[in-house]
């Protein structure tokens, strides 16, 4: 066998219009711009994730005299689409 590089077929198999769609290239100018459009891309992925458990619905239960809350989260066909898609 020849000489096989493995960078060679890393860069093969890397998309690299993919990889530049995916990324974002801009200024700290820019990205406060894109903030003052839209807030929610600060968000972190806890926050996201609580999102989609909020966003999936709640209902309140008298739980040993206290208020409770349970979510619908793992009960929607919708929401375990966005997990597994």
Do not use: C
């Not at 903030?35 to 909020?54: C, G, H, L, S, W």
């Amino acid at each position: 066998m020849g000489d096989i590089k493995i960078a060679d077929i890393v860069d093969q198999w890397e998309d690299k219009e993919l990889h530049e769609s995916l990324n974002w290239k801009g200024t700290f100018d820019d990205y406060l711009a894109l903030i003052k459009e839209n807030p929610m891309i600060t968000r972190n992925a806890f926050q996201r994730m609580y999102d989609m458990v909020i966003e999936a619905g709640t209902e309140s239960y008298i739980d040993a005299k206290r208020g409770s809350l349970d979510t619908n989260f793992l009960m929607m066909k919708s929401t375990a689409a966005k997990m597994l898609f």
